[in-house]
């Protein structure tokens, strides 16, 4: 390697280690904190708290006993130390929790802050066409556009509020796909999430507007839990979106969330997430631990479809996955899973073939920078009576530099003749060459990259809905910045 | 417009180009042969500033600036553009929007606001009937899946576009069909203007009957060896380059 170049890149490898992180800032807003680590006393304040009733108490502490039997799992491409489960505060909330419908009165620091993360909950979001519930640490704190929405009789609102409001569907469908059982953080999650949201569209209601979440971690040293409950009646279609961002920190914070999604006969639902949590810094400081169970179940002719930009958080445990149990139901998972300086991420989705005629497609593509570590874990099983099914998965890995790595763990079982499973895999780095090309066609390197990349992630960003894809497209550039290699 | 000046420059331990000078002025057009593996787009690319060539010595001199302190897109910025012998695929990324990007990048340098879409739509359209370029191509993706032809032509509709002052085209004429090379020299004769210039950098005669040359060189190992009108062509073309090349050998023996 010339020196010249040697130069540039030690020149780049500045610029990465000194690009902030953009949304690092924390606020101060007076919370409602309790003490540190968990027991059955925690979660029985935790539900307290929330005047929740005793079904609920119950279901929180069978997920907590089971917890405590269950063992962290060692299973992916990763290594972190272990959070300490008796250091995290497990609920904090603002104390002043706004009335909903009236965000005109609510907290000047806390608008201050939704405003420096780019979030209107007021005029700016009604031209959008956006509804957006605010879920801050632990408590849902603002949810608009509720009462639109409930003239089409959809309900869109804070899971806690659901549990007082709509128990009938909590209790029937709160852990029906993603059961407390179903893994450590699963449990976890059950016996402590706090918030959320929830949501129901009845039958044959299409949702005129994107449903969007926004979940910001702010206290020190709490974990986030949050719980997101989304049920699609018959003939219904909705199209959702969260995206999370937290402050800076030198510790690591735990974020544990559960997502579960019901399409029922011919319903369509499009989960899009734009995650953005704290990465850590460029030696591997700070940084959020992201363990997440998303699971979705199609019933007969219903489509879930996943979208998911990937690029904040330390370490990122995420599998969003379809059970396809209707005939000719459908699932998608298109996925943009950056990484850069230290970040590790093990990500992917599975696909359960039940039904008939059932497809599947998985488009999932992965930029590594820095010394970090992307990993595509992915199953499609197509089971026995699962019969005239398919799948298409393409997994893409993008190198930049020479010290960053990718892996793609695909796990195929194919129980019938009948059915048919692609999968292509590819792994490329951005050349020199095409960084020249650029070049010489007056567009500098950082540009070029952000091209590059954007093309690259292209069949991934068409899926999001058209406001957030622009958003997605920035942030993977600021993701990136200078991390030429 | 362009004086390269004891030009010299390689790769880690290996010098490719040996001390080249060239001068080259607004309006001319000059042809540049030579075997297989002289140096031919090692010249191109340290023009247009490819980083992995280590310059030492000489200089560049394009309008009064030393090339060799500007950055690749600076020079294409300033109307540096090379039409690459070996055109790369950049996934993803239609040809409108490369253009599109490659032409707001600049303007953006010059302080001038992204063009209107308009008016890039009317120029795409005018140069895409120059080159007689079909509308679907536009939102292909850049050099993916293109045949070598047509990465050949999108080079040039590239050059159209950017209506650079030097333009130097690598190997152009390989790949293009009979018809695909007469349209193309017939594009790029007619970009020429009294302002710009054009190196031509070929092995055949063919694209010079088109595109006639003011001056031809004969670059050999790392160094122009000869140099004359455009009859050198036509001489080369019936001899080789074994007259030359053995002259230049014996006095370097
Ligand atoms: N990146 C590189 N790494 C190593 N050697 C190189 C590199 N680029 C050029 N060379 C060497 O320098 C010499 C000149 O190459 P160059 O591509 O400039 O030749 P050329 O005159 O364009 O040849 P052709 O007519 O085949 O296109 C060759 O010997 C080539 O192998
Ligand atoms: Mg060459």
Not at chain 1, 32 to 41: A, M, Q, R, V, Y
Not at chain 2, 54 to 80: C, W
Not at chain 2, 219 to 232: C, T
């Amino acid at each position: 390697m010339s020196e010249k170049r040697q130069q540039s890149e030690d020149k780049l490898l500045e610029k990465v280690t000194t690009t902030e992180y953009k949304y690092g800032f924390t606020t101060n807003i007076e919370s409602d904190t309790i003490p540190k680590g968990l027991s059955e006393d925690v979660v029985r304040i935790i539900s307290a708290k929330k005047n929740e009733p005793e079904w609920m108490l119950e279901y929180r502490l069978k997920a907590y006993r089971a917890w405590l039997e269950m063992e962290e799992p060692n299973w992916a491409n990763i290594n972190y130390t272990k959070p300490n489960y008796q250091e995290i505060i497990y609920y904090s909330a603002p104390k002043q929790k706004p009335v909903l419908d009236s965000l005109d009165d609510l907290d000047p620091e806390m608008k201050a802050m939704f405003d420096k993360l780019g979030i209107s909950i007021g005029e700016q979001n009604k031209l959008a066409n956006v509804a957006v519930d605010i879920v801050m640490d632990s408590v849902s704190v603002a949810t608009s556009f509720k009462e639109k929405l409930g003239d089409l009789g959809i309900i869109f609102c804070p899971i806690s509020d659901a549990i007082q409001d709509h128990p009938e569907l909590v209790q029937k469908y709160l852990g029906s796909i993603v059961p407390a059982r179903d893994n450590f953080f699963s449990a976890l999650n059950a016996a402590v999430f706090s918030d959320g949201s929830f949501c129901y569209i009845p039958k044959g209601v299409k949702c005129p507007m994107e449903l969007s979440t926004y979940f910001r971690i702010n206290e020190a040293g709490t974990g986030q839990f949050e719980r997101t409950l989304l049920i699609a009646d018959e003939g219904s279609q909705v199209s959702y979106l969260e995206g999370c961002t937290a402050p800076m920190r030198d510790e690591n914070q735990l974020h544990a969330a559960v997502v579960e999604l019901i399409a029922m006969d011919d319903a369509n639902i499009k989960y899009s997430t734009v995650q953005n949590w704290y990465p850590g810094n460029a030696e591997g400081v700070g940084g959020v631990f992201n363990f997440v169970t998303k699971r979705g179940i199609c019933y007969k002719n219903a489509k879930i479809s996943w979208t998911q930009v990937e690029t904040g958080s330390a370490i990122t445990w995420k599998y969003p996955s379809c059970i396809l149990k209707g005939d000719n139901s459908i699932g998608e998972f298109f996925s943009v899973a950056v990484t850069n300086n230290m970040q590790q991420n093990d990500t992917g989705t599975k696909m359960i073939h039940l039904g008939k005629n059932t497809k599947s497609t998985i488009i999932a593509k992965g930029i590594s920078a820095g010394k970090s570590e992307g990993n595509y874990r992915g199953l499609v099983r197509i089971s026995k009576g699962a019969t005239n099914s398919r799948n298409f998965s393409q997994c893409d890995s993008l190198l930049m530099g020479d010290k960053c790595g990718a892996h793609t763990f695909p796990y195929i079982e194919v129980k019938n003749n009948s059915s048919k499973v692609e999968h292509e895999a590819t792994t490329s780095k951005i050349g020199e060459d095409q960084i020249f090309y650029c070049n010489q066609r007056g567009i500098g390197t950082e540009a070029a990259i952000a091209l590059i990349v954007n093309g690259y992630c292209k069949d991934v960003l068409n899926q999001l809905p058209m406001e957030f894809a622009v958003e997605a497209q920035k942030l993977l550039e600021i993701s990136l910045e200078g991390s030429v290699g | 417009m362009l004086k390269i000046n004891n030009l010299k420059a390689g790769i880690e331990d290996n010098q490719i180009l040996k001390g080249i000078n060239l001068e080259i002025k607004a309006g001319e057009v000059h042809a540049i042969m030579g075997p297989n593996g002289s140096g031919k787009s090692t010249l191109a690319s340290v023009i247009a500033g490819k980083e992995e060539y280590e310059v030492e010595g000489g200089e560049i001199d394009f309008e009064g600036q030393d090339l060799l302190d500007l950055t690749p897109e600076e020079r294409a910025h300033k109307g540096v553009f090379l039409s690459f012998q070996y055109p790369v695929e950049i996934p993803g990324i239609s040809v409108s929007n490369f253009i599109k990007t490659s032409i707001n990048e600049r303007r953006k340098a010059a302080g001038l606001e992204s063009m209107p879409a308009k008016n890039l739509l009317k120029m795409l359209k005018e140069k895409m009937e120059l080159l007689s370029i079909d509308k679907g191509y536009l939102s292909r993706n850049m050099n993916e899946g293109f045949s070598g032809g047509e990465k050949k032509r999108n080079e040039i509709f590239q050059m159209a576009m950017l209506e650079p002052k030097l333009a130097i085209l690598d190997e152009t004429d390989s790949g293009l069909d009979i018809d695909a090379l007469r349209i193309v020299a017939n594009g790029v004769n007619k970009l020429r203007t009294k302002d710009n210039a054009t190196v031509v950098i070929t092995h055949y005669q063919r694209l010079l009957d088109y595109i006639v040359p003011d001056f031809v060189h004969v670059l050999y190992k790392g160094r122009i060896v000869k140099s004359g009108g455009k009859e050198l062509a036509l001489e080369l073309e019936q001899k080789g380059y074994d007259w030359i090349t053995k002259e230049a050998d014996k006095q370097w023996a």
